[in-house]
């Protein structure tokens, strides 16, 4: 099936005005990577405010992992905001105490611990400078893979948390997901069909530091294409089920708690991220 840029907007924007994801005075921190799917997400939750004439505040922030990530990821950060006309904040790892090169040689899969810095890091910085709401680039195939991951791994009150909106609660910012309804190759279509700039290789941290890259993680995600290939509307059928499920779990979750340590969000008495600052040391 041939990409359609005009379709893909449309249901981007429907997703945007449906969930309420932007309201006249928020104040909304993207996430960017560098990548197709953040890069999309913030382009056209941009365009999205400007076309509705919508008097809320845009910015840019990202998150440098360490001095192994290359000049050209942090270039091509650049060139997106600066197409955008957004202001760009760039912060380091190394600022909040992590070192990713002794990260990387922790027991732990380094997926796990990088979840887990990007996660409080992401909330920590924009709800500090102000954010009302976090936009990422997470789009539909991730959230089906995150619910049957999580389904496995009878993680079951996680999927409470896959919704085009994630509501905030104390000092957990409100997350907001524009790319919820498409996949990853509508994102890498678009920025094409555009000439949006973005890395096409791999931007993952295991690539800077030689680690081992499981590729079951791929092979899910080829599965989805494969089914979506041969069921019609699959994803937005899909998806639409997991808001209901995710609707129905959101009443039992556990109301937040902070951690003894930094006083940021947690489940737990200590949070992943100090529990990382004392592995590493």
Same mark, same amino acid.
């Given at each position: 099936?041939?990409?359609? =840029?005009? &379709? ?5 924007? *429907? /997703? ?7 309201? +006249? ?10 990548? @197709? ?12 405010? +400007?076309?509705n004439k919508i008097d809320c505040e845009i910015l840019a922030f990202f998150i440098k !992992?360490?001095?192994?990530? =290359? ?17 760009? *904040? &760039?912060? $380091? ?38 954010? /009302?709401? !976090?936009? /990422? ?16 791994? @009878?993680?079951?009150?996680?999927? =409470?948390?896959?919704?085009?909106? !994630? ?6 910012? #409100? ?17 094409e069909s555009i000439n949006f700039p973005y890395i096409k290789e791999d931007i993952c941290?295991? +690539?800077? !530091?030689?680690?081992?890259? $499981? *590729? ?6 080829? %599965? ?25 779990? =959101?009443?039992?979750?556990? @109301?937040? #708690? ?7 969000? %947690?489940? /737990?008495?200590i949070c992943g991220f100090c529990k990382l600052l004392k592995l590493q040391s």
């Open positions: 099936m041939s990409f359609n =840029s005009e &379709i893909y907007k449309r249901k981007i924007f *429907k /997703t945007i005005s449906k969930y309420k994801l932007v309201e +006249k005075g928020d104040k909304i921190f993207v996430g960017l990577s560098g990548g @197709k799917d953040s890069g999309s997400a913030f382009f056209l939750l941009n365009e999205y405010v +400007k076309k !992992l360490g001095d192994f990530i =290359s000049e050209d990821v942090v270039n091509i950060v650049k060139k997106q905001a600066d197409i955008c006309g957004i202001e760009l *904040k &760039i912060y $380091n790892v190394y600022n909040f105490g992590i070192d990713y090169k002794k990260i990387a040689k922790l027991k732990r899969p380094i997926c796990s611990s990088c979840g887990t810095i990007k996660r409080y890091l992401m909330n920590k910085i924009p709800r500090e400078e102000g954010a /009302t709401k !976090l936009c /990422t680039g997470h789009h539909g195939d991730d959230f089906i893979v995150f619910f049957i991951k999580n389904m496995i791994g @009878k993680n079951i009150d996680w999927i =409470s948390k896959f919704t085009p909106l !994630l509501e905030g609660k104390g000092k957990q910012l #409100s997350r907001i997901r524009p790319l919820f309804f498409v996949g990853g190759d509508d994102n890498k279509n678009f920025c941290p295991h +690539k800077f !530091l030689k680690q081992k890259i $499981n *590729k079951r993680r791929e092979k899910w995600y080829e %599965t989805i294409k494969q089914i979506s290939e041969w069921q019609p509307n699959f994803r937005e059928y899909f998806l639409e089920g997991v808001i209901e499920i995710a609707k129905s779990l =959101s009443v039992n979750v556990d @109301k937040i #708690s902070y951690c003894e340590i930094c006083g940021e969000p %947690t489940n /737990t008495n």
